[in-house]
């Protein structure tokens, strides 16, 4: 069972920046990503890095957030700079491995002044 520790959230003002991370049990995967969910919302991806260390990102993290991992810590994490309050949200690590998808528990990330 892979288990998956998230940590760096918490409260920051706007433009200011944070840095998520993810620790993985294991350290094979096929990708590893960041999602989010604000309140009321469906979650969303913001985030993927690939076992070979390809990265995509999407709308909401183009120009502002980095994926990147530390392949000897088996781990992933998020640069999230130039922060705003439409950032809020709990973010989730995700692990995908043959066709199965595991979750963390989650971290808050709240945009505020």
């Known amino acids: 069972q892979v288990q998956l520790v998230e940590s760096g959230g918490g409260l920051v003002q706007p433009g200011g920046s944070l840095r998520l991370s993810c620790a993985a049990s294991?350290?094979?995967?096929?990708?590893m990503g960041w999602w989010r969910q604000a309140p009321g919302e469906q979650r969303e991806l913001v985030a993927v890095?690939?076992?070979?260390?390809?990265?995509n990102y999407y709308d909401s993290a183009k120009g502002r957030f980095t994926i990147a991992r530390d392949t000897a810590k088996n781990t992933v994490f998020l640069q999230m700079n130039s922060l705003k309050s439409e950032d809020t949200a709990v973010y989730y690590c995700?692990?995908?491995?043959?066709?199965?998808?595991?979750w963390g528990q989650g971290t808050q990330v709240t945009v505020s002044s």
């Open positions: 890095i690939t076992d070979r260390g390809n990265t």
């Open positions: 294991g350290s094979i995967f096929d990708a």
């Open positions: 995700s692990l995908d491995y043959r066709g199965v998808r595991y």
